[in-house]
Every structure is written in structure tokens, then in C-alpha cells.
T-cell receptor, first 112, second 114 residues
Framework: RKEVEQDPGPFNVPEGATVAFNCTYSNSASQSFFWYRQDCRKEPKLLMSVYSSGNEDGRFTAQLNRASQYISLLIRDSKLSDSATYLCVVNAPYNQGGKLIFGQGTELSVKP | DTAVSQTPKYLVTQMGNDKSIKCEQNLGHDTMYWYKQDSKKFLKIMFSYNNKELIINETVPNRFSPKSPDKAHLNLHINSLELGDSAVYFC?????????????FGPGTRLTVL
């Protein structure tokens, strides 16, 4: 089983749509969770951290379910500029160096 | 001002050659990383340095040797390049080595081995 699994997509949605991405992780000892965004042929950039109580940043909402080891990202009112690959990221426990483990990403394409 | 910079941006070379990629960050961060992103887009950590000391060394062939002359620089030297080394290599930095720190990535070096 992969350490961090995502549906690779692509998700093709019209402008204004709501889209949800899911992610599962295998190590129950993980403590830090993030969504990064990677535009085509560019570097990844932090979109938002994910907190236990769930958190929102404008049109973006992240949720964490520790019992199910599941993370989600909801994008409301999609814009053309949201087209990118969204990477689910989880930390390995400190006895494994505390490194970040990246999912393979979910590709989103927002069409006019 | 570029926060994390890498050179070169593109590198095309023959199998068997030795090459280096340089990385510099001007954010004053303590921790720097090298990642490899393969053709399937998986981003995997290779090495991490904290204040010039190696703290993460994944299962990477010993043909890959990182060097950190100071905490603002982390270079990657690759000996005897192989076809499978073709990938995009990203350098990153974070304020400290804690996993809850945001990591800032450089623009990547696209390595093609022929």
C-alpha cells in the first residue's frame, strides 16, 4: 500500500463547479498534513495546512479524519486559475526523520 | 528576489558522465532538501540537511552525493549518470527541520540522460 494515495484524475470541471479531492495515508502516527499545489512544469507550493478541526481559506476547505486516515480538499466556485495538480502531503513520524511524504497528485483542469 | 534558486534549469548529458546541480536559499532557513520527481510525478525526498548536517538520507544510490558548504547552499553531485536518473530534481528549504514547517521549493532542474 502506498504511504499517501490520491486519485490521479484528471478532474475536468467547468468554471464555477465545486470539486473534492480525497487522500488516504497509511501511517497512523503521522501528525502534520498539507495540501500543496503544483502548476505544470513548476515547483510545488503550499496551498494550506490541514488541521484536525478542519479549516477554510477562501474557496478552499480542508478536512482531516484521523480515525479513517483520510484527508480531503474541497474547492468551491472553481476558477480557470485553479487548474493545477494538487498534492496531498503527510509527515512521517519523527523516528523516520520527520520527512514529508507526497502523494502522486490529483490533476484538476477547469474549463470555461 | 528568488527565495530558492537552482542552477542549471535544464541539464542534458550522456550516460556515464558526472554532473552537479547547485541550490541556494536566501530565506535564512536552517534546513534544505533534495527531492526527485519522476515521470509519474511522484515527488520523493532524497536528502535533508539541517545547519550543514545530514539528517535524512533515503535509499539513494551512493552515486548521488550532497554537499552543504554552508546553511544557505546545498549542492547535489551525481556520478556515472544512468538513464533512470532522468527526472526533475527540486531543492527546497524550511525554517527548521520540523515536519510542520512549510517547505519552499526551487524551480527545479530537469535532467535528461541520453
Amino acid at each position: 500500500r502506498k504511504e499517501v494515495e490520491q486519485d490521479p484524475g484528471p478532474f475536468n470541471v467547468p468554471e464555477g463547479a465545486t470539486v473534492a479531492f480525497n487522500c488516504t495515508y497509511s501511517n497512523s502516527a503521522s501528525q502534520s498534513f498539507f495540501w500543496y499545489r503544483q502548476d505544470c512544469r513548476k515547483e510545488p507550493k503550499l496551498l494550506m495546512s490541514v488541521y484536525s478541526s478542519g479549516n477554510e481559506d477562501g474557496r478552499f476547505t480542508a478536512q482531516l479524519n484521523r480515525a479513517s486516515q483520510y484527508i480531503s480538499l474541497l474547492i468551491r466556485d472553481s476558477k480557470l486559475s485553479d487548474s493545477a495538480t494538487y498534492l496531498c502531503v503527510v509527515n512521517a513520524p519523527y523516528n523516520q526523520g520527520g520527512k514529508l511524504i507526497f502523494g502522486q497528485g490529483t490533476e484538476l483542469s477547469v474549463k470555461p | 528576489d528568488t527565495a530558492v534558486s537552482q542552477t542549471p534549469k535544464y541539464l542534458v548529458t550522456q550516460m556515464g558522465n558526472d554532473k552537479s546541480i547547485k541550490c541556494e536559499q536566501n530565506l535564512g532557513h536552517d534546513t534544505m532538501y533534495w527531492y526527485k520527481q519522476d515521470s509519474k510525478k511522484f515527488l520523493k525526498i532524497m536528502f535533508s540537511y539541517n545547519n550543514k548536517e545530514l539528517i535524512i538520507n533515503e535509499t539513494v544510490p551512493n552515486r548521488f552525493s550532497p554537499k552543504s558548504p554552508d546553511k544557505a547552499h546545498l549542492n547535489l553531485h551525481i556520478n556515472s549518470l544512468e538513464l533512470g536518473d532522468s527526472a526533475v530534481y527540486f531543492c527546497a528549504s524550511s525554517q527548521t527541520s520540523g515536519a510542520d514547517n512549510e517547505q519552499f521549493f526551487g524551480p527545479g532542474t530537469r535532467l535528461t540522460v541520453l
